[in-house]
């Protein structure tokens, strides 16, 4: 089955600075991938998501990348602010499987 | 702007009572996800079903966890008897397909003395 990892677990910046989190994933299949942001006590919410036929998704300060040939996409957050302090999940899809999730990154943003 | 509901959204009991949490998914959406999440795992998926069928439920404790669907709007998960290794916030999420996107609900927050 697939296997996601994600790097860092944890990661702390100055606000304004900005922040990447990176994911791997093992399907070659996989060809849906989206990222959560789960705040204090709250549930996961999507943020951005990006498909295998796109190399790169913006969306404001988020933005998505995808390379399928190193089986990597990372999330990159500019101009970081304090509410952008949460966990963040990546995950992997393809159309035959359900999403697999990466362990999180408790990202961290100091004003 | 549909959501995912669940029910009750604390519960605080005793080791060995049962326990029932609920889920409504959002309407037309035919895929059901139950996900435990402590500190030390994160997300671990326990079961999903599709069009109210269990498709995997090879993450859950089979002796003492059941998820089951009685219809397309209620999805139940219950643990009995329920352990304090249980103890964890139980996500319920939806989606239009297996791997499509996936809309949580707030989650159920368990307690197990």
């Known amino acids: 089955g697939e296997n996601v990892e994600q790097h860092p677990s944890t990661l702390s910046v100055q606000e304004g600075d900005s922040a990447v989190i990176k994911c791997t994933y093992s399907?070659?299949?996989?060809?849906?991938f989206p990222w959560y942001k789960q705040e204090l006590g709250k549930r996961p919410q999507l943020i951005i998501d990006?498909?295998?036929?796109?190399g790169e998704k913006k969306d404001q300060r988020i933005a998505v990348t995808l390379n399928k040939t190193a089986k990597h996409f990372s999330l990159h957050i500019t101009e970081t602010q304090p509410e952008d302090s949460a966990v963040y999940f990546c995950?992997?899809?393809?159309?035959?499987?359900?999403?697999?999730f990466g362990k999180g990154t408790m990202l961290l943003v100091s004003p | 702007d549909a959501r995912v509901t669940q029910t009750p959204r604390d519960k605080v009991t005793e080791m060995g009572q049962e326990v029932t949490m609920r889920c409504q998914p959002i309407?037309?959406?035919?895929?059901v996800f139950w996900y435990r999440q402590t500190m030390m795992q994160g997300l671990e998926l326990l079961a999903y079903?599709?069009?109210?069928?269990?498709?995997?439920d090879s993450g859950m404790p089979k002796d003492r966890f059941s998820a089951e669907m009685p219809d397309a709007t209620l999805a139940t998960l219950k643990i009995q008897p329920s352990e304090p290794r249980d103890s964890a916030v139980y996500f319920c999420?939806?989606?239009?397909?297996?791997?499509?996107?996936?809309?949580f609900g707030p989650g159920t927050r368990l307690t197990v003395l």
């Open positions: 995950a992997a899809g393809a159309g035959y499987s359900t999403l697999t």
């Open positions: 990006i498909r295998s036929n796109v």
């Open positions: 309407l037309g959406h035919n895929t």
């Open positions: 999420a939806s989606g239009r397909t297996v791997a499509d996107t996936q809309y």
């Open positions: 079903f599709r069009n109210r069928a269990p498709l995997d």
């Open positions: 399907d070659s299949a996989s060809n849906y």
